[in-house]
């Protein structure tokens, strides 16, 4: 198993890049909040691309929603999130400061090799406080905390412009609930039939306290989520779940790169999994702060869509058209952060070259930002620049391209490097005789030179090896 780079490490990487910021850092920043620059967006938007790609668009099975943030408030009191959306919480004594009551014991746990005692995450909050008081379990800054308080996540807000008659919303926690209040709207309007799912990507708001989990736990972040509807009596749910562990599986080691080593499925005891769920699994990933969610696989029975009938009064059902059947389709929901997923293909290829060297991003090809980069030799050249100048146009049309002119080829290498690029294009002088280029490869760091006729059909076919 290879070194994971430490969050430092890659924190540093995305800043001196152009990955990820810290956000309003000209105001000191906001806590558990970042921006993605101009490298990471192309990467985020390319991780969607490719979620997007697989399960919908490729699936006949599966249709795609983009739903409110705003919901209705009532939405929340069916899904339970404005009652049990909680987490359990202390203050430093001295200091004030609040943590994860669960993130400390569990911090304590491992600083004391318990294995032996029970898991935070089974634990009640009254078990929480007992547990920090019997093992005297302190703040990082060495002092004493109060007992565990819950702390309801979502974050409120308020519609109306006047004061005394604006009226309380709140920002999505998830966007799953949005997939459940449009269930008949889809149902209706598309020719799906059950088995199916829906899916979207969009912005959730969770008011988290831990920090220092760089993109791994923040504030405003980005989800993937699917509902996926059926017939109980027709699918048998242990059979679907598993065929979506492998469709999970299959996506995070193959189109994401990622290697299975670092990837493991951990079931949900009976006390951590939610009541209305019969199964639930998280696919962890082994960052380097330790093993951790990146996607959530649940079974949630048809918990969800009773309490929108209960609380909306309107029917959630559907009419087998063989047997005319009325029922409430049951569901089972994959859940994934792609912010998490972000920080995971990061993690998981980024490469020091001892032997050369040199950082590399070994991005696979279909996330890389930018694919190809054009440098001409020099940048003092009219008609040099000139060729590599038409050449990089040419390949914009095609790829997501990039120049470079500055310092010499060696340090514009090493840059490329740094950011996933999976080839170089350098137009010398003997491009301007004989219409040949020199091209590089990012992971093998061997150049050849190709006629400039050639080189999209040598991407094209060097990218299908580029998967790792
Ligand atoms: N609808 C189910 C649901 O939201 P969840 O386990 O709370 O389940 C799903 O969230 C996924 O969203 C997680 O597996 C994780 O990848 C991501 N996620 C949750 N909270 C997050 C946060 N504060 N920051 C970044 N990603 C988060």
Request: charged share 25%.
């Amino acid at each position: 198993m290879t070194t994971q780079p430490t969050l430092e490490v890659l924190n540093s990487l995305c800043k001196r890049r152009g990955f990820v910021f810290q956000t309003s850092n000209i105001y000191g920043g906001l806590a558990n909040s970042y921006d993605y620059g101009p490298l990471g967006v192309e990467l985020l938007r390319n991780i969607k691309a490719s979620w997007w790609k697989t399960f919908i668009e490729k699936r006949p099975d599966m249709v795609g929603l983009d739903s409110q943030i705003l919901l209705h408030p009532e939405t929340w009191v069916a899904s339970g999130h404005t009652t049990s959306f909680n987490d359990p919480l202390v203050e430093d004594a001295v200091t004030g400061k609040r943590y994860r009551a669960d993130h400390l014991i569990e911090a304590w746990q491992q600083k004391h090799d318990r294995p032996d005692h029970e898991l935070a995450e089974n634990m009640s909050v009254e078990e929480m406080g007992k547990y920090i008081t019997e093992n005297k379990v302190l703040s990082p800054d060495g002092n004493a905390v109060a007992a565990p308080r819950v702390f309801n996540l979502l974050f409120e807000t308020a519609i109306g412009a006047v004061t005394g008659e604006k009226s309380k919303v709140y920002l999505r926690g998830e966007t799953a609930q949005g997939i459940f209040t449009n269930f008949k709207n889809i149902l209706d309007s598309s020719r799906v039939r059950l088995p199916f799912g829906v899916g979207q990507i969009g912005k959730s708001f969770r008011n988290e306290v831990t920090t220092g989990q760089f993109v791994f736990r923040t504030l405003e972040f980005e989800q993937a989520e699917i509902e996926y509807f059926f017939d109980p009596e027709k699918t048998d749910w242990k059979e679907l779940l598993s065929a979506w562990k492998e469709d999970l599986w299959s996506f995070v080691t193959n189109q994401l790169g990622i290697s299975e080593e670092n990837l493991r499925w951990r079931q949900h005891s009976d006390s951590e999994r939610s009541f209305y769920s019969e199964d639930t699994y998280d696919l962890d990933y082994n960052f380097s702060f330790g093993w951790k969610e990146l996607w959530g696989l649940a079974y949630r029975t048809d918990y969800d869509l009773k309490q929108h009938t209960k609380h909306s009064g309107h029917e959630h059902t559907v009419t087998d058209i063989e047997s005319g059947k009325t029922f409430v389709p049951h569901v089972i929901e994959p859940a994934v952060g792609v912010n998490r997923m972000f920080l995971m293909v990061l993690t998981d290829h980024f490469w020091e070259d001892t032997e050369r060297k040199r950082t590399v991003l070994k991005l696979p090809f279909s996330l890389a930002p930018y694919k190809v980069a054009v440098f001409p030799l020099v940048r003092n050249k009219p008609e040099l620049v000139e060729k590599a100048r038409k050449l990089y146009v040419d390949l914009c049309e095609k790829f997501p391209t990039t120049w470079d002119d500055r310092s010499n080829i060696g340090k514009r290498y090493l840059y490329q490097d740094e950011i996933g690029t999976p080839f170089c294009i350098t137009v010398d002088y003997d491009s301007l005789e004989d219409d040949t280029v020199t091209i590089r490869d990012r992971d093998t760091a061997e150049q050849i030179r190709i006629p400039q006729a050639k080189i999209s059909e040598y991407i094209a076919a060097a990218a299908s090896r580029m998967i790792r």
